[in-house]
Protein backbone atom coordinates (compact mmCIF):
# COMPACT_ATOMS: atom_id res chain seq x y z
CA UNK A 1 0.00 0.00 0.00
CA UNK A 2 0.98 3.36 -0.59
CA UNK A 3 0.78 5.75 2.29
CA UNK A 4 1.55 9.20 2.49
CA UNK A 5 3.58 10.30 5.35
CA UNK A 6 2.67 13.61 7.73
CA UNK A 7 4.35 16.05 5.57
CA UNK A 8 3.21 15.35 2.21
CA UNK A 9 -0.37 15.11 4.08
CA UNK A 10 0.68 19.05 5.02
CA UNK A 11 1.56 20.01 1.50
CA UNK A 12 -1.53 18.50 -0.08
CA UNK A 13 -3.65 20.49 2.55
CA UNK A 14 -1.49 23.71 1.73
CA UNK A 15 -2.11 22.67 -1.84
CA UNK A 16 -5.71 22.79 -1.10
CA UNK A 17 -5.86 25.83 0.37
CA UNK A 18 -4.08 28.06 -1.56
CA UNK A 19 -6.55 26.41 -4.84
CA UNK A 20 -9.70 27.12 -3.06
CA UNK A 21 -8.22 30.72 -1.75
CA UNK A 22 -7.00 31.82 -5.22
CA UNK A 23 -10.33 32.83 -6.61
CA UNK A 24 -11.96 35.09 -3.90
CA UNK A 25 -8.35 36.49 -3.30
CA UNK A 26 -7.64 38.65 -6.14
CA UNK A 27 -10.25 41.45 -5.17
CA UNK A 28 -8.04 41.94 -1.87
CA UNK A 29 -4.84 42.20 -3.35
CA UNK A 30 -5.78 45.04 -5.88
CA UNK A 31 -7.64 47.10 -3.17
CA UNK A 32 -4.14 48.55 -2.12
CA UNK A 33 -3.35 49.28 -5.63
CA UNK A 34 -7.12 50.38 -6.24
CA UNK A 35 -6.76 52.83 -3.31
CA UNK A 36 -3.00 54.36 -4.12
CA UNK A 37 -4.74 55.54 -7.95
CA UNK A 38 -7.72 57.18 -5.91
CA UNK A 39 -5.31 58.93 -3.68
CA UNK A 40 -2.91 59.89 -6.52
CA UNK A 41 -6.35 61.27 -9.02
CA UNK A 42 -7.85 63.30 -5.88
CA UNK A 43 -4.65 64.83 -4.54
CA UNK A 44 -2.99 65.28 -7.91
CA UNK A 45 -4.23 64.12 -11.36
CA UNK A 46 -8.38 65.93 -10.48
CA UNK A 47 -6.68 69.22 -9.05
CA UNK A 48 -4.12 69.82 -12.23
CA UNK A 49 -6.63 69.15 -14.53
CA UNK A 50 -9.12 71.88 -13.06
CA UNK A 51 -6.82 74.27 -12.66
CA UNK A 52 -5.41 73.84 -16.35
CA UNK A 53 -8.83 74.53 -17.37
CA UNK A 54 -8.93 77.45 -15.60
CA UNK A 55 -5.94 78.34 -17.06
CA UNK A 56 -7.47 77.50 -20.91
CA UNK A 57 -10.63 79.26 -20.03
CA UNK A 58 -8.43 82.21 -19.52
CA UNK A 59 -6.53 82.13 -22.20
CA UNK A 60 -9.38 81.78 -24.80
CA UNK A 61 -11.18 85.02 -23.15
CA UNK A 62 -7.86 87.51 -23.75
CA UNK A 63 -8.41 90.70 -24.47
CA UNK A 64 -6.64 94.02 -25.28
CA UNK A 65 -5.50 95.79 -21.67
CA UNK A 66 -5.34 92.39 -19.82
CA UNK A 67 -2.02 91.71 -17.88
CA UNK A 68 -0.25 88.00 -18.38
CA UNK A 69 2.86 86.10 -17.24
CA UNK A 70 4.95 83.88 -19.45
CA UNK A 71 6.51 81.15 -19.20
CA UNK A 72 9.95 82.82 -19.01
CA UNK A 73 8.95 84.71 -16.70
CA UNK A 74 8.04 87.99 -18.13
CA UNK A 75 5.18 90.18 -17.24
CA UNK A 76 3.56 92.24 -19.60
CA UNK A 77 -0.06 93.12 -21.39
CA UNK A 78 -2.16 92.09 -23.90
CA UNK A 79 -1.52 95.02 -27.11
CA UNK A 80 -2.89 92.95 -30.10
CA UNK A 81 -3.58 89.28 -31.74
CA UNK A 82 -2.27 87.95 -34.94
CA UNK A 83 -3.33 85.24 -37.14
CA UNK A 84 -6.57 83.68 -38.35
CA UNK A 85 -7.46 81.99 -34.90
CA UNK A 86 -5.67 84.37 -32.61
CA UNK A 87 -3.23 82.09 -31.89
CA UNK A 88 -0.46 84.55 -31.46
CA UNK A 89 -0.41 87.18 -28.91
CA UNK A 90 1.29 90.50 -28.86
CA UNK A 91 2.71 91.25 -25.62
CA UNK A 92 4.04 94.63 -24.21
CA UNK A 93 6.66 94.00 -22.12
CA UNK A 94 8.10 97.33 -21.91
CA UNK A 95 7.42 100.83 -23.07
CA UNK A 96 7.31 100.43 -27.35
CA UNK A 97 8.69 96.99 -26.76
CA UNK A 98 6.12 94.28 -27.83
CA UNK A 99 6.54 90.10 -28.17
CA UNK A 100 4.46 87.90 -30.38
CA UNK A 101 3.93 85.10 -28.23
CA UNK A 102 2.13 81.59 -28.86
CA UNK A 103 -1.05 81.44 -26.26
CA UNK A 104 -0.05 78.33 -24.41
CA UNK A 105 3.27 80.10 -23.34
CA UNK A 106 0.82 82.55 -21.08
CA UNK A 107 1.19 80.56 -18.34
CA UNK A 108 -0.77 83.08 -15.78
CA UNK A 109 -3.74 85.66 -16.56
CA UNK A 110 -4.21 88.52 -14.32
CA UNK A 111 -8.03 88.93 -13.85
CA UNK A 112 -10.30 87.67 -11.46
CA UNK A 113 -13.15 84.71 -12.29
CA UNK A 114 -15.74 87.00 -11.86
CA UNK A 115 -14.41 88.58 -15.40
CA UNK A 116 -13.43 85.24 -16.98
CA UNK A 117 -17.38 84.24 -16.16
CA UNK A 118 -18.49 87.58 -17.89
CA UNK A 119 -16.23 86.93 -20.31
CA UNK A 120 -17.24 83.24 -21.34
CA UNK A 121 -20.71 84.20 -21.10
CA UNK A 122 -20.08 87.03 -23.67
CA UNK A 123 -18.05 85.25 -25.87
CA UNK A 124 -19.92 83.22 -29.03
CA UNK A 125 -19.52 79.34 -28.95
CA UNK A 126 -18.00 78.80 -32.65
CA UNK A 127 -18.03 75.46 -34.27
CA UNK A 128 -19.73 73.64 -31.25
CA UNK A 129 -22.94 71.73 -31.95
Do not use: C, H, W
Amino acid sequence: MNFLNQSEVGLLELELLLAQSDSSSVLPSFLPLIFIFLIFYFLLIRPQSKKQKRLDSKRNVLKKGDRVILAGGMYGGVVGFKGSQNEIVLVEIAKSVSVEVIRSTIVEVIIDEEEVKKRVLATPKVGKK
